[in-house]
């Protein structure tokens, strides 16, 4: 009875370690995905404004360039 009872347990002890670890795992994984997701909203927005101030300067550079309204 004893050794049933082994051959029926060591596989759910080892089942149930295994389901912990992919448990773990994927909570680490979305915690990596929204940690990732966050990086790329901050380039994202940084590029914007990069993109806004460079834009800004390239107006400020042609107008200089432009000849005056008579």
């Known amino acids: ?12 002890v080892i089942l149930g370690g295994g389901a ?3 448990n ?3 909570k680490r994984i979305d915690s990596l995905r929204s ?3 966050d990086g790329m ?7 914007r404004e990069d993109n806004k101030a460079l834009n800004e ?9 432009l ?4």
């Open 1 to 12: 009875m004893t050794e049933w009872l082994g051959l029926l347990v060591q596989p759910a």
């Open 41 to 47: 909203a901050k380039l994202n927005d940084r590029q």
């Open 57 to 65: 300067k390239l107006d400020r550079l042609l107008e200089s360039r």
């Open 20 to 22: 912990l670890f992919l």
């Open 35 to 37: 940690d990732m997701k």
């Open 67 to 70: 000849p005056a309204p008579r």
């Open 24 to 26: 773990q795992l994927n």
